[in-house]
């Protein structure tokens, strides 16, 4: 029997709501996402003993837990997922406009990240905790082809996907000129490129950079290299293969950072 169009209607409007919200899952994930004012929590399905693991101090932003027995601990994760018996539904965060974030704050040059098409949360999730380590300013992907956000990427960003701004935009080229129009300079690293990374920050001084970062593999596309002011590659000592992109943003970061 065909379903009423009504009826169809509302399943649609349910799949598109569950579509906006976000299950995070792990102690850690989960604690930092209660305690940050901004994002906004809508279930919490926790264990009896990862309730007391959470501890006292932990607000739950007066969400009531729904406790749960860790042998029916039924919520829509992958069923591999180390959840450590707590789990909490959450609407995505807002982290606004690329002009807001990436403006200059204080006395320290700018510094961004940008991702193109890398889509594993795993290493996106890396990647934030070593921006917030390093003070970037803003995490840049693109809404499609790159890792969005989900419980694997805030659960190996153990905590920085609240605090560590993680923008994306419809063009990644688009974005880039916004920031060569705010005064970035734009290095993209690539293996087969001359020039190193330290030499090309070297005479900068205190101009803002943003470091473009491809996936394993494909690395950067043609039209991000054709819209970078550089091509550049880390230095390296023996022949060896390409390194994992969270190490490369990592090792990227601090040189930047070191000016």
């Known amino acids: 029997m065909k379903k009423p169009k009504w009826v169809i209607a509302k399943e649609q409007g349910r799949r598109a709501a569950a579509a906006e919200t976000v299950w995070l899952f792990g102690l850690h994930a989960v604690r ?25 101090s932990v607000s739950l932003g007066g969400i009531e837990p729904e406790i749960v027995d860790a042998r029916k601990f039924d919520v829509p994760i992958d069923a591999g997922s180390v959840h450590q018996g707590v789990a909490l539904e959450v609407k995505a965060l807002n982290w606004g406009s690329l002009e807001d974030r990436c403006i200059a704050l204080g006395d320290t040059p700018p510094l961004v990240l940008l991702l193109d098409r890398v889509t ?28 969005p956000e989900t419980g694997a990427l805030a659960k190996t960003a153990s905590g920085a996907l609240e605090r560590q701004p993680y923008l994306r935009v419809q063009n990644l080229a688009t974005a880039m000129q916004k920031l060569r129009s705010m005064g970035y300079i734009l290095l993209g690293l690539d293996g087969e490129a001359e020039q190193t990374l330290e030499q090309a920050v070297a005479d900068l001084g205190d101009r ?33 293969g390409s390194l994992n992109v969270s190490n490369a943003a990592a090792i990227s970061l601090y040189v930047a950072g070191r000016r």
């Open 120 to 147: 594993d949360p795993h290493n996106v999730g890396a990647i934030l905790r070593s921006a917030e380590v390093f003070g970037a300013q803003a995490v840049i992907a693109t809404a499609r082809h790159s890792a």
């Open 208 to 240: 803002p950079v943003a470091m473009v970062l491809g996936a394993e593999g494909p690395g950067l596309r043609e039209k991000t290299k054709e819209t970078c002011d550089d091509l550049v590659k880390i230095s390296a000592s023996g022949a060896f």
């Open 32 to 56: 930092d996402a209660l305690a940050n004012p901004s994002r906004q929590k809508l279930r919490l399905v926790v264990t009896r003993n990862a309730l007391d693991r959470l501890g006292d």
